[in-house]
Antibody, heavy 118, light 106 residues
Framework: QVQLVQSGTEVKKPGALVKVSCKAS????????ITWVRQAPGQGLEWMGW????????HYASRFQGRVVMTTDTSTSTAYMELGSLTSDDTAVYYC???????????WGQGTLVIVSS | SYELTQPPSVSVSPGQTASITCSGD??????ASWYQQKPGQSPVLVLY???KRPSGIPERFSGSKSGNTVTLTISGTQTMDEADYFC?????????FGGGTKLTVL
């Protein structure tokens, strides 16, 4: 079965960078893209961007342009999301999901809590 | 891009029908998906292509579209259906989520 397993909770100071991983199994990693979505406490889902595993192409939400980088490692079937210049507003659960913009996200990771606090 | 608008909350009695709408200026030529999210859990896809159910999703979940509005309908709502529901579509490679609707079953 398709599984996306994410890395554990991160606690970072303002201004720092966080890197979250998402390890895929149960399907051909290169056949699908990976989308990243975050959810601040008590808030809705916010799309951050996606990465095409096949081509390496990325597309980021405008509000994250310049401080987010999404990559993949096909040798380990793992996707990564790096977010820099963290502020307290970046405190959220970060999810990876299988698929790109026009595809339904039928598999999600368990979420990674990122806490930004001085 | 455009926005997707959902009602913040919907209440329904057990066994009754719940309907959650999602409106967006450009939904007319796009398809939408719906996700269910229970507290502390990851979202789960319950409908895609406006009306299709993934395997494992109960038949009481159905979807429809009219103009720029898509609707998620839960027939014979059960207490286990109490959750947040998010619609989702896209525009020019950008993913768009609705603000979410809290479904209360009481």
């Amino acid at each position: 079965q398709v599984q996306l397993v994410q890395s554990g909770t991160e606690v970072k100071k303002p201004g720092a960078l966080v890197k979250v991983s998402c390890k895929a199994s149960g399907y051909s990693f290169s056949d699908y893209g990976i989308t990243w979505v975050r959810q601040a406490p008590g808030q809705g889902l916010e799309w951050m961007g996606w990465v095409s595993v096949y081509s390496g192409n990325t597309h980021y939400a405008s509000r994250f342009q310049g401080r987010v980088v999404m990559t993949t490692d096909t040798s380990t079937s793992t996707a990564y999301m790096e977010l820099g210049s963290l502020t307290s507003d970046d405190t959220a659960v970060y999810y990876c999901a299988r698929g790109l913009s026009a595809e339904p996200f039928n598999s999600w990771g368990q979420g990674t809590l990122v806490i930004v606090s001085s | 891009s455009y926005e997707l608008t959902q009602p913040p909350s919907v209440s329904v009695s057990p066994g009754q029908t719940a309907s959650i709408t999602c409106s967006g200026d450009e939904l007319g030529d796009k398809h939408a998906s719906w996700y269910q999210q229970k507290p502390g859990q990851s979202p789960v896809l319950v409908l895609y292509l406006n009306e299709k159910r993934p395997s494992g999703i109960p038949e009481r979940f159905s979807g429809s579209k009219s103009g720029n509005t898509v609707t998620l309908t839960i027939s014979g709502t059960q207490t286990m259906d109490e959750a947040d529901y998010f619609c989702q579509s896209w525009d020019s490679s950008t993913v768009i989520f609705g603000g979410g609707t809290k479904l209360t079953v009481l």
